[in-house]
């Protein structure tokens, strides 16, 4: 134990240096690009960016599949860690095992294997042209819903984790004495699980958002150019436009999107919980 709160702010001090070194200031150099204009401080980058429809629409899609794979996450998450943490101790294990194995395989990889479940000749489409239901293959490659599931795949693992976590901190007999006094699934959901594992889904959900927001292997390989995000489009404004003050620009919204994931879900969290 620490005598007095000094020796913890020493020992802590060497840390929060080496991050505001190596983090904090890159990342503030990069967020001032967006903040010079021809006469000195401007806001003239975010308004000249929000001012192209293009990127308006790849703002709003970002959000949007964010936001998807964030809800979607979330219902399969708590399904999924309910019949875990429901399971004997054994086959937990195993089952956890089974949901953090495919994080040890490289998202490259995971997101390759996309390429042959979704391509013209890949599972889905032969599959679909084997029972009839389709003479020639469907695109499903690099649209909205191939981002989607491979976002999905990618970090549903996180919401997982985080739920089984949560749930086993559950009181063993609240769910049961709940179903006994006479309340449906919905009703002890709402009122006992989430309000109980809130913790869980807030960093579930803040990890899967701000995933989803700034991955760019996925976006990259099964929506390519038809279907750009904020992450690929910041990839493109650097490398290839050399526009920092617009990468700057995107750089800030893919941060205060992340931060305001957070907050919103403390709300909705503390306001389900009646505190």
Known sequence: MFHNRAEAYALALPAAVFAAIVFLVPVGLLLSEGLHGPGGWSLSAYV??????????????????????????????YATAYAIVSMPAGTKGRMIGLVVLPMMISPVARTYAWIVIL??????????????LTDAPI????TETAVFLGLLQLFLPLMIISLVSALENLPKDAVPAARILGANWLQVFVKIILPLTREGLIVGGTLVFTGSL????TPAILGGSKVLMLETLLYQQVTVASNFPAASVIAFLLIAMSFSANILLRRIATARSGK
């Open 48 to 77: 000249q960016f929000f001012s192209e429809p293009l990127n308006q629409k790849i703002f709003l899609r970002t959000l949007k599949l964010g936001l998807m794979v964030t809800a979607t996450a979330a219902v399969i998450g």
């Open 139 to 142: 695109r499903f490659l690099f």
């Open 214 to 217: 700034t991955a760019y292997i």
């Open 119 to 132: 391509g013209r000749t890949g599972i889905v489409n032969e599959a679909l042209k084997f029972v009839g």
